[in-house]
């Protein structure tokens, strides 16, 4: 069965860190980039990080870097986002997706993806 599902999303306060999983199965990760995205109460889903079906291309958006770390174990199917110096606006809910597409600079635009996992929610405040 294909299937992503995302979990670590938690409350926490500003300045502080969290690791996102996206356990994925039905496939494996050495044939598709895996994006990670979010989404705002009221906004558009934005995409936040990919990484590559080789691993070798990481990229973010400009809100993430230097704060996000994507990263894989293809051992256990599975991709990271680690986050941190957290802001109150990353506040959402975050989604991992499957790029059906090789990747590609574009890779933040949501029709590329064909496959989402059901999101988990990431709360910072204090």
């Known amino acids: 069965q294909l299937r992503l599902v995302e979990s670590g999303g938690d409350l926490v306060q500003p300045g502080g860190s969290l690791r996102l999983s996206c356990a994925v199965s039905?496939?494996?990760?050495?044939?598709?980039?895996i994006g990670w995205f979010r989404q705002a109460p009221g906004k558009e889903r934005e995409g936040v990080s990919c990484?590559?079906?080789?691993?070798?291309?990481?990229s973010y958006a400009s809100s993430a870097k230097g704060r996000f770390t994507i990263s894989r174990d293809t051992a256990k199917n599975t991709v990271y986002l680690e986050m941190n110096n957290l802001r109150p606006e990353d506040t959402g809910i975050y989604f991992c997706?499957?790029?059906?597409?090789?990747?590609?600079?574009?890779?933040?635009?949501?029709?590329?993806?064909?496959?989402w996992g059901q999101g988990t929610q990431v709360t910072v405040s204090s």
């Open positions: 997706a499957r790029n059906r597409y090789p990747y590609r600079p574009d890779w933040y635009d949501t029709e590329l993806y064909d496959l």
């Open positions: 039905g496939f494996m990760l050495d044939y598709y980039p």
């Open positions: 990484i590559s079906s080789n691993g070798e291309n990481l």
